[in-house]
């Protein structure tokens, strides 16, 4: 590789935004749905610095991206057959096999909970080995979300000696130790999962669980943006409960439209943008 | 080759025992194949046994079949077949194979992968994917281009004539525009299935009728309009399917086999796609058909299939192997016989140079000497609610015998569900305290979910009204139905109390709002400003238009969003942009709402009538409603797709000067729902059907393709069939083996009766008719008499004899993903029902849409380095 360029070398950051503007115009077609600027900034950034972090570390060794892996014949305590299905970046070299799964979360968070992250990348290393009759020995989560002091560099090309140092510092990229014996586990519990799907048992959270995700941010971060929370028995419970159980509160949920300042801000610039209108 | 096992091993293992046809078929390799294969003849397991033949004791890789199907389901059925009996052989093996690049799907699904794949590309090529419109949106495009396309076609006359013009040359009298677009959307879709190319017909066929000349200068225009905005739809996306593989050599090489499943439904470009396809290893099978055709409406040529062997020498100059697969598994042998003497008459297939357009083939029982139970029936002769009695009676004798397991194992079938014999039929089911599910009967919009939830957004948004003079036709129709959902929504809001108080509370704020527009606006006017002015917060009209505002007495809720830092930082950012806001956009996001049409949607939810729908799914029950509801939020959800935002603001919701009707209201009911309306007449099956516990099916016909039933109700044999307008004019425009114009419909009504007749497994009854006005097809006429002996009264059927229901078909396995369903579900399991299992379509841009746009972007970078270093090497 040294006396030639390498393909990492003729792909310019240029090239890298348009894949990214594209994607995000080819993603639009497909839902209908749209980002804001600042979110769309914030996707922007996150690309553009993987490039610039990872492109010889990773990108520039990636053997096979998005492969989809299959788990086949895998059956439920209640006898429904079924097949477990993930999608990883592969990087095989000297016979040495990383698994890259990319998440656009912050590296903190990522390293904090890396146990709830380990049992997907066991599974996933699990069914590649039995795909390809090869050992995988490394996973690995890229956190594409940067640090904070990360996000303040706006010039990657002229970075002042503390922000190249800070550049240095930030490992986007986290280990996640996988131990082969908890997959069985995994797998386990993943058939009883099963069963409840296919038999219908949708019910939300206990109100206690709700109480309980609240201390972790998670009633703030799913329950509150979640569309059908007006209908949720449980949700409902909740915020009245939140209210010393007061009732009146019920008709006030329905007028809390969980949007915050800057997720507005976003909806009325995307709004202010002139575009074709159909009907 | 493999050493461990052999093909015999593995189907002893799976208890499949093949007969002689149906292992000639899986075990051919080489060459061109045809499979004319009759119903339940297990042709589904010849197509899965034959791929995993190929891939397993032949060497070809997954990524080298390309495997085309009718609908996805059936796609998703094989590949999860292929992938379950490939997971077998690995674990008896050791030998892992890759599904994951296989080519299994519907033709559209298929053309759309082909399109995208890199190696059908010169490596440094940007592929950029034109966005594809579905059959609405196509609709809404041309609305748009409309008079752009109008002045293209050389119509002359003014609006109203052309339109005429173009509905005339579909055979239609109106000058309605609605019928005019949808006729040219059918016009041109059609051309592109028939890979007509307008220059070429223009300038080879001079004598063509000026207005058929017209019409193929418009669709010229409209194929060059797709090409500049970048779109594509689902009719011309296979032409540029079938333009990459002729300009591509790699994509004729790549498929080592090619096969296609119900190769009678298909086109003629989708003929020319498969043929380039397979032109250099030339291994081709089709399986199919032809007495099951019947998708012609849509531009399908049986004869696709039925000259197929012709065609391969034409094509190849080679033979081809035929292999019918004739036994039947699916029916008692009373069923069989009567629809091969239904089909058996030759001389009705032939035409006058004595080629038949039938393959021909007698259907064989797969046990002939099946217990003696009688499979078929007859209703005394009446009108459709005597038939729909005794139709009925029967349904619950079956139920209470035990005959089924459940009464969405009896099938009642229609040519259309939209006829008054339909919903006298209906009544009587219901009448006799029968539950019956009629997916797409009529419309969508008449069904109860969607007019209760319109109704009720119809007292916020405001009710459409028309002066009498245009209350016409289908207009006036659909002006009954927004009366009739409007009543209904005033009903449920006021049975529920707490409705009643949210609507309040909600049309409160809405008017405040609009009153702090009026505020707004007239603060402006009064200081000298106009709406089109530009503002820039740091100029001196900025800085009037500011204080205009401050002081129009509007409320404070209008006014934060005009203050604070960030927005001075937004505005100052915009003007160094050059995109500089108007002060009519300043007033709009004082006034917008922080709630949209969908949020309304999900907030109406909440209350007694919607709540206690999903309450019901989310514990396993009738999933009917749900499934609905969800349909309903999908609509209205394309419709937020073509507007401004999400949000609503003051002044979509001010009221116009002599209605209670807004602006979005306006926009909603009179454009987007009124087309909604008068589309959703089409015979689209869906393909996802699901048969909720507890009801009977109502299904046209064509719904009923490829199912089986315990029972089938054939209740109304009548169908009046002509050639189509535009099968005439096609026959004008290209020339390809057709059958003959006499005959062709009569062909497509028996093929059409043959379906419905074929679906069932131990019974079969047929609705006879008699009176004035209630007319029968000749066919079946005929078929009665003569097949005297097969028939058995309804009434009087004995039923003891009829077998036990077997359990229903264990599914294939099914496939789960570990980020999409394992921790979805475990995140929350009622936001997964909604949102994954059902569909409901979100109110905003769903928070995975980030994490996607990153995650594809970098990929896309992986593949580029990955294609660049392929060519490095």
């Given at each position: 590789m040294s006396d030639h360029q390498s393909p990492a070398d003729t792909l310019t950051i240029g090239d890298v935004l348009q894949y990214f503007e594209d994607t995000y115009e080819a993603l639009q077609a497909e839902s209908g749905y749209g980002l804001g600027p600042d979110a769309l900034d914030d996707a922007r950034r996150q690309v553009t610095l993987y490039w610039h972090k990872l492109r010889e570390k990773v990108a520039n060794r990636v053997t096979e991206t998005e492969v989809p892996l299959t788990l086949m014949n895998q059956i439920t305590p209640n006898e429904v057959k079924y097949s477990i299905h993930g999608v990883v970046d592969v990087v095989e070299e000297h016979d040495q096999i990383t698994l890259y799964d990319i998440k656009s979360h912050n590296v903190d968070y990522i390293h904090e909970e890396r146990e709830r992250y380990a049992p997907q990348l066991e599974?996933?290393?699990?069914?590649?080995?039995?795909?390809?009759?090869?050992?995988?020995?490394?996973?690995?989560?890229?956190?594409?979300?940067?640090?904070?002091?990360?996000?303040?560099?706006?010039?990657?090309?002229?970075?002042?000696?503390?922000?190249?140092?800070?550049?240095?510092?930030?490992?986007?990229?986290?280990?996640?130790d996988f131990q082969q014996n908890r997959m069985q586990e995994t797998i386990?519990?993943?058939?009883?999962?099963?069963?409840?799907?296919?038999?219908?048992?949708?019910?939300?959270?206990?109100?206690?669980?709700?109480?309980?995700?609240?201390?972790?941010?998670?009633?703030?971060?799913?329950?509150?943006?979640?569309?059908?929370?007006?209908?949720?028995?449980?949700?409902?419970?909740?915020?009245?409960?939140?209210?010393?159980?007061?009732?009146?509160?019920?008709?006030e949920i329905y007028f809390d439209a969980g949007i915050d300042q800057s997720e507005r801000e976003d909806l009325l610039e995307r709004a202010s943008e002139n575009r074709d209108d159909a009907f | 080759m493999s050493q461990n096992i052999t093909l015999e091993e593995l189907w002893k293992a799976y208890d499949f025992n093949p007969n002689e046809a149906q292992r000639r078929a899986i075990l051919h390799s080489d060459g061109p194949l045809y499979l004319p294969a009759g119903p339940g003849s297990g042709k589904t397991r010849v197509l899965l046994w034959r791929t995993l033949n190929l891939i397993v004791f032949h060497g070809v890789k997954p990524e080298e079949i390309f495997l085309s199907t009718f609908t996805e389901k059936a796609a998703r059925q094989l590949r999860e077949g292929i992938a379950s009996l490939l997971g077998d052989v690995q674990t008896r093996t050791g030998r892992a194979f890759d599904l994951g690049r296989m080519y299994v799907g519907t033709v559209h699904s298929l053309c759309q992968k082909l399109i995208r794949d890199r190696r059908f590309y010169p490596p440094d090529r940007v592929v950029n994917l034109p966005a594809l419109l579905d059959e609405l949106n196509q609709h809404f495009?041309?609305?748009?281009?409309?008079?752009?396309?109008?002045?293209?076609?050389?119509?002359?006359?003014?609006?109203?004539?052309?339109?005429?013009?173009?509905?005339?040359?579909?055979?239609?009298?109106?000058?309605?525009?609605?019928?005019?677009?949808?006729?040219?959307?059918?016009?041109?879709?059609?051309?592109?299935?028939?890979?007509?190319?307008?220059?070429?017909?223009?300038?080879?066929?001079?004598?063509?009728?000026?207005?058929?000349?017209?019409?193929?200068?418009?669709y010229h225009a409209y194929l060059q309009l797709?090409?500049?905005?970048?779109?594509?739809?689902?009719?011309?996306?296979?032409?540029?399917?079938?333009?990459?593989?002729?300009?591509?050599?790699?994509?004729?090489?790549?498929?080592?086999?090619?096969?296609?499943?119900?190769?009678?439904?298909?086109?003629?470009?989708?003929?020319?796609?498969?043929?380039?396809?397979?032109?250099?290893?030339?291994?081709?099978?089709?399986?199919?058909?032809?007495?099951?055709?019947?998708?012609?409406?849509?531009?399908?040529?049986?004869?696709?299939?039925?000259?197929?062997?012709?065609?391969?020498?034409?094509?190849?100059?080679?033979?081809?192997?035929?292999?019918?697969?004739?036994?039947?598994?699916?029916?008692?042998?009373h069923i069989v016989q009567l629809y091969n003497t239904y089909m058996g008459d030759t001389a009705f297939w032939s035409d006058q140079t004595g080629r038949s357009w039938r393959v021909g083939k007698q259907i064989n029982p797969h046990n002939p000497h099946e217990a003696l139970h009688r499979s078929v029936a007859v209703t005394t002769h009446g009108d459709a609610a005597s038939v729909g009695r005794e139709l009925a009676a029967t349904a619950n004798r079956l139920i209470a015998t035990g005959k089924v397991n459940d009464p969405n194992e009896i099938a009642v079938l229609f040519p259309s569900l939209k006829n008054d014999r339909t919903k006298e039929i209906r009544r009587a089911f219901e009448e006799a305290g029968l539950k019956v599910y009629a997916p797409r009967a009529g419309r969508f919009l008449e069904v109860e979910e969607a007019r209760d939830m319109l109704g009720v957004l119809m007292h916020l948004i405001g009710k459409p009204e028309a002066s009498s003079e245009l209350l016409r036709g289908d207009f006036a129709e659909y002006m009954k139905w927004c009366d009739e959902v409007y009543d209904r929504g005033a009903e449920l809001i006021r049975q529920d109390p707490q409705l009643t108080q949210y609507m309040q509370k909600r049309q409160t704020l809405i008017h405040q709002r609009v009153l702090d527009r009026a505020k707004l606006l007239q603060s402006l006017a009064a200081n000298g400003i106009s709406t089109d002015d530009i503002y820039n917060p740091d100029n001196a009209l900025g800085v009037a238009i500011k204080q205009a505002l401050v002081n129009s007495g509007a409320s404070s809720d209008a006014m934060r969003t005009l203050s604070g830092t960030r927005f001075d930082r937004q505005m100052r950012a915009r003007v160094e942009q050059g995109r500089a806001l108007l002060v009519i956009q300043l007033v709009a996001r004082a006034t917008t709402f922080d709630f949209g049409l969908l949020d309304v949607f999900y907030q109406l939810l909440g209350f007694r009538h919607f709540k206690k729908m999903l309450d019901e799914a989310q514990s396993g029950g009738d999933e009917g409603p749900i499934c609905n509801l969800a349909m309903v939020s999908q609509y209205l959800s394309?419709?937020?797709?073509?507007?401004?935002?999400?949000?609503?603001?003051?002044?979509?919701?001010t009221p116009g000067a002599d209605s209670a009707l807004t602006s979005i209201g306006r926009r909603f009911w009179m454009r987007y729902v009124y087309v909604l309306y008068r589309n959703s007449e089409s015979e689209y099956e869906d393909e996802e059907m699901m048969f909720p516990r507890g009801r009977i099916p109502f299904l046209t016909v064509h719904q009923s393709k490829g199912l089986e039933f315990p029972v089938v109700m054939l209740a109304n044999p009548n169908k009046q069939n002509k050639l189509q307008h535009m099968e005439v004019i096609m026959r004008l425009l290209v020339d390809r083996l057709r059958e003959p114009e006499d005959k062709s419909p009569k062909f497509d009504s028996q093929r059409l009766f043959y379906v419905a007749l074929s679906r069932a497994k131990h019974l079969c009854v047929i609705g006879c008719y008699q009176g004035r006005g209630l007319q029968m097809h000749g066919s079946i006429k005929t078929l009665l008499s003569r097949a005297p002996g097969l028939l058995n009264e309804v009434m009087q059927l004995d039923l003891t004899t009829m077998p036990k229901p077997g359990k229903p078909d264990a599914p294939l396995p099914k496939r789960y993903s570990y980020t999409a369903d394992y921790i979805r579900y475990q995140t929350c399991p009622r936001q997964y029902m909604l949102f994954h299992k059902y569909e409901f379509a979100p109110s905003r841009t769903p928070y995975q849409m980030f994490g996607s746009l990153v995650h594809r972007s970098i990929d896309e970078i992986h593949n580029r380095l990955i294609a660049m270093r392929q060519i490095g090497e």
């Open positions: 599974v996933y290393a699990h069914i590649w080995s039995t795909l390809r009759g090869k050992t995988v020995q490394r996973t690995c989560i890229i956190a594409t979300d940067p640090p904070a002091k990360v996000k303040q560099i706006q010039n990657i090309a002229q970075m002042t000696t503390e922000q190249l140092k800070v550049f240095s510092e930030w490992n986007p990229v986290v280990e996640i386990a519990h993943f058939g009883e999962i099963i069963d409840l799907i296919e038999s219908r048992q949708f019910a939300p959270p206990t109100v206690a669980r709700l109480q309980q995700m609240w201390q972790d941010r998670g009633v703030q971060m799913i329950c509150t943006k979640c569309d059908a929370r007006f209908s949720c028995d449980a949700y409902r419970s909740f915020a009245t409960s939140q209210q010393g159980g007061n009732t009146a509160r019920l008709m | 495009f041309i609305q748009n281009n409309w008079t752009d396309l109008l002045t293209a076609s050389g119509f002359t006359g003014t609006i109203q004539e052309q339109q005429q013009s173009v509905n005339q040359v579909l055979g239609d009298t109106t000058v309605s525009q609605y019928k005019a677009i949808s006729n040219a959307t059918k016009f041109f879709n059609r051309c592109s299935e028939e890979n007509l190319k307008p220059a070429l017909v223009l300038q080879s066929r001079d004598n063509l009728d000026a207005n058929l000349r017209a019409m193929l200068q418009m797709l090409n500049t905005k970048k779109v594509i739809d689902f009719s011309s996306l296979q032409g540029r399917a079938l333009q990459i593989l002729q300009e591509s050599a790699a994509a004729s090489r790549a498929f080592r086999h090619v096969i296609i499943d119900e190769y009678q439904d298909t086109n003629p470009i989708q003929e020319r796609i498969f043929f380039e396809l397979a032109k250099h290893h030339q291994n081709i099978c089709v399986v199919g058909d032809d007495d099951q055709a019947m998708y012609r409406f849509r531009g399908a040529t049986v004869e696709n299939f039925v000259t197929f062997p012709e065609t391969v020498q034409r094509e190849w100059h080679r033979d081809t192997m035929k292999v019918p697969l004739d036994t039947n598994y699916r029916s008692h042998h394309r419709f937020l797709e073509s507007q401004q935002t999400a949000l609503l603001s003051a002044r979509d919701l």
